[in-house]
């Protein structure tokens, strides 16, 4: 059985294909790439076609990490794509919820620091937009993305 990820920000260049390029590498590191579709698409319209942020992929590369594909935007038909929809912050968690078409469509969005093992409290849900920020920012997303990616692997290898 195959599981469809997609993971989404708010343009799709940043924190998302992080987030993506990380489950991607894990999922390859544990020989897992023929059981999952993983995808990253943003909230809204600013940067469609574009390539992942160049200070994205530059953290992720000194990592092993590659970002690839272009930024798209996640549209209410795509929730029938996808088993889980995973929103970077709060924001964009709201705009998915308000673009589902139906409940089913709504429970399948989650936050990535949902399973973030440092967010024992539960109340940092966001994943930091680093955009306007310095290089300090690319490492932070990507190490929360990388703690939350394998925790959210461990889960759903426990599930199957």
Same mark, same amino acid.
């Given at each position: 059985?195959?599981?469809?990820?997609?993971?989404?920000?708010?343009?799709?260049?940043?924190?998302?294909?992080?987030?993506?390029?990380?489950?991607?590498?894990?999922?390859?590191?544990?020989?897992?790439?023929?059981?999952?579709?993983?995808?990253?698409? #943003?909230?809204? +319209?600013?940067?469609?076609? %574009?390539?992942? @942020? =160049?200070?994205?992929?530059?953290? *992720?590369?000194? &990592?092993?990490?590659?970002?690839? #594909?272009?930024? +798209?935007?996640?549209?209410? %038909?795509?929730? @029938? =794509?996808?088993?889980?929809?995973? *929103?970077?912050? &709060?924001?964009?968690?709201?705009?998915?919820?308000?673009?589902?078409?139906?409940? %089913?469509?709504?429970?399948?969005?989650?936050?990535?620091?949902?399973?973030?093992?440092?967010?024992?409290?539960?109340?940092?849900?966001?994943?930091?937009?680093?955009?306007?920020?310095?290089?300090?920012?690319?490492?932070?997303?990507?190490?929360?993305?990388?703690?939350?990616?394998?925790?959210?692997?461990?889960?759903?290898?426990?599930?199957?």
């Amino acid at each position: 059985m195959t599981t469809r990820i997609c993971f989404v920000c708010l343009g799709n260049i940043c924190r998302s294909p992080t987030a993506e390029g990380v489950f991607r590498h894990l999922i390859r590191q544990r020989g897992r790439e023929g059981d999952f579709v993983v995808y990253s698409a #943003g909230t809204d +319209a600013y940067h469609v076609g %574009e390539s992942p @942020d =160049r200070r994205s992929a530059t953290t *992720a590369a000194h &990592r092993g990490i590659t970002l690839s #594909g272009s930024a +798209a935007r996640f549209e209410a %038909e795509d929730f @029938d =794509r996808f088993d889980w929809v995973i *929103a970077m912050d &709060r924001s964009n968690h709201r705009a998915l919820l308000e673009r589902a078409p139906n409940p %089913e469509a709504e429970a399948k969005v989650v936050l990535l620091r949902r399973w973030d093992p440092r967010n024992d409290a539960g109340e940092d849900l966001d994943v930091p937009d680093p955009y306007y920020g310095g290089a300090s920012g690319f490492d932070e997303v990507l190490d929360i993305c990388t703690r939350s990616c394998a925790a959210l692997l461990d889960a759903l290898d426990e599930r199957s």
